[in-house]
């Protein structure tokens, strides 16, 4: 999913990512221009890298500065080799489309993708990247496959063959954000949840509370609007910690066409019922027993930046957001020390969920890969630098320059604290999220499947539709969307 990064560290003044960004803008543009020409008259050693503007502001830096290029230069790249950065939209849906039509059409550049892993499975099995296990070294493979986090890699593979064809690039995931000073100040001890979370029933009370007590407007603000994000993240994470499943668990999610569909099953039901109680009261009929209401009417109708607002202005008491909201939140300017972290509150335990994978704490994951262009004419070049990325030292450098998260978790200790400001003191938190990160069912009817999901849960908690109503609806629509695809299988 695409995000806004904001650029203050702990010390209260410009961070070295923020000064970065702004040193290098005039770089990063004169990068696009010559990519924009590119194709005619490129250097062969230049390797064009499609992504978003967050990513060309950190590749290259004026004077002494620290750039991701240099990083890659260090970590064995051929110095004759560069990489330029595309910018293209920050949107990840129009980017999607962009790449499509680029693959539709064989163009090159760009050489290398950066894709979402939400959706880099449907392009492998359409054959627009490159097979990477036939092509990187195997040092460098087993490198990916022995200290990636799994979760993205299993986005990054094709599900047939189990090949990779992505190298993540940063994972991203869901966390809860919430002011520790307003819900201590009401009784409550918060000093184990960032890595034993409470359950969504003390989360509720404890949040209601504290909006009490200190007369805010909000308590939990979240996303709710009818969009990719309801679909793929903010309603996963919630319904995998009351144990509910779209597809009856996570070994099903990459690929479609013959899997049970469990949407109007009690724990999706009961995940909908609570968020009815959140947002409606215990007036609604089809609120959740025991459950206070917590939540504007407005997360309807709010995505990421949305729903944090309230919280960054002090009227709220808790926000689900990405980690970029960490740097932004626990600020000194901010709420410093005052903010509080936790992985996702849970109903169910994995123990008791019916289905593998779920129940128990759950982070979406979102994040971005790196694929082959597989119409290139600088195969060579651009594997160099695909290997380049898997070093250590480069996935610092991204962290400590742009906030992005490595795709090896255990390198966020290595950072250093006074580069990545507020995050270095969630190390834990984000961790415990990493290793509980559950993807999207991402196969190539996704698209088509997301938009049901998002429209009939967001109408069930808005009120439009009763959870049982909207999640037979729900099932009865991806029935059909998975018998269609059993039918092009069978053709």
């Known amino acids: ?13 410009p961070s070295r990512r923020a000064f970065v960004r702004s040193a290098s803008a005039a770089a990063a543009l004169a990068g696009v221009g010559i990519a924009g020409c590119l194709g005619r008259a490129r250097d062969e050693t230049t390797v064009v890298m499609s992504g978003d503007t967050d990513f060309a502001d950190i590749m290259h830096a004026d004077g002494d500065e620290p750039s991701v290029q240099q990083a890659l230069w260090d970590a064995g790249l051929d110095e004759e080799i560069t990489v330029e950065v595309q910018a293209s939209v920050d949107d990840s849906a129009q980017r999607m489309q962009q790449y499509q039509s680029a693959l539709q059409a064989g163009r090159s550049p760009p050489d290398v993708f950066m894709m979402d892993s939400g959706w880099t499975i449907p392009f492998i099995l359409r054959e627009q990247t490159t097979n990477l296990t036939d092509e990187l070294p195997e040092d460098v493979l087993d490198r990916v496959e022995g200290d990636y986090l799994e979760a993205a890699l299993e986005t990054a593979r094709n599900p047939e063959t189990g090949d990779l064809h992505a190298v993540p690039l940063f994972p991203d995931f869901g966390t ?9 100040d009401v009784g409550y001890d918060t000093s184990g949840w960032g890595t034993d979370p409470p359950s969504w029933q003390e989360f509720g009370e404890a949040v209601a509370d504290a909006r009490s007590e200190h007369g805010l407007n909000f308590g939990f603000t979240t996303q709710a609007a009818a969009y990719e994000g309801l679909a793929c993240c903010s309603f996963v994470e919630v319904m995998s910690t009351w144990g509910g499943s779209y597809f009856g668990g996570t070994e ?66 808790a926000n689900r957001n990405w980690p970029f909201a960490i740097a932004e939140t626990g600020d000194e300017d901010a709420f410093g020390e005052d903010l509080g972290v936790t992985p996702m509150p849970y109903a169910v335990s994995a123990d008791d969920a019916e289905y593998p994978g779920v129940g128990g704490t759950a982070s979406a994951l979102g994040g971005w890969h790196l694929t082959l262009n597989p119409n290139t004419d600088r195969t060579d070049a651009a594997l160099e630098v695909l290997e380049a990325f898997t070093h250590d030292e480069v996935m610092l450098t991204i962290f400590e320059l742009q906030g992005f998260l490595p795709p090896v978790l255990e390198l966020v200790e290595e950072a250093d604290p006074d580069e990545i400001g507020p995050v270095a003191r969630y190390v834990d938190e984000i961790q415990l999220a990493g290793d509980n990160a559950v993807p999207r069912p991402v196969t190539d009817v996704w698209p088509e499947q997301s938009a049901l999901i998002f429209q009939e849960v967001n109408a069930a908690i808005r009120g439009a539709k009763g959870p049982e109503e909207a999640m037979a609806d729900l099932g009865t629509r991806l029935e059909r969307s998975e018998r269609d695809v059993e039918d092009q299988h069978d053709d």
Do not use: C, K
């Open 176 to 184: 809860m954000l919430y002011r520790r000073d307003l819900i201590e």
């Open 1 to 13: 999913m695409a995000r806004e990064h904001r650029g203050r560290d702990a010390r209260g003044g």
């Open 252 to 317: 099903n999610l990459f690929v479609a066409g013959d899997r049970p569909i469990t949407v109007d099953d009690e724990p999706v039901l009961d995940a909908l019922r609570m968020l009815r109680a959140f947002v409606h009261g215990d007036g609604d009929e089809h609120a959740l027993d025991g459950y206070p209401q917590i939540s504007p009417s407005a997360i309807v109708q709010w995505s990421e930046q949305e729903s944090l607002d309230p919280f960054v202005n002090g009227n709220a008491v």
